[in-house]
């Protein structure tokens, strides 16, 4: 998963991102733990974002170039 994907979030109710399509826009170590491993953080809707570590949380629906 890289930064520019277009991915699909699972359905896990009852979060309000579930089932949802977003954008990958960070993809490395998060910024308040530096020792980290690599966190994914996905926009869902412009303000709103979700964030995750597992690269396989959420499938990749296009690639970015």
């Known amino acids: 998963m890289n930064v520019g994907d277009l991915v ?6 009852p979060y309000w991102w579930s089932g949802r399509v977003g ?3 960070i993809a490395g170590p998060d910024d308040q733990w ?3 491993p690599i966190s994914y953080r996905v926009i869902v809707e412009p303000g709103k974002y979700v964030r995750f570590g597992d690269p396989s949380f959420a499938k990749v629906i ?4």
């Open 34 to 36: 530096p020792d980290a």
């Open 23 to 25: 954008i990958v826009d």
């Open 8 to 13: 699909r979030l699972p359905i896990v109710s």
């Open 62 to 65: 296009s690639e970015s170039r």
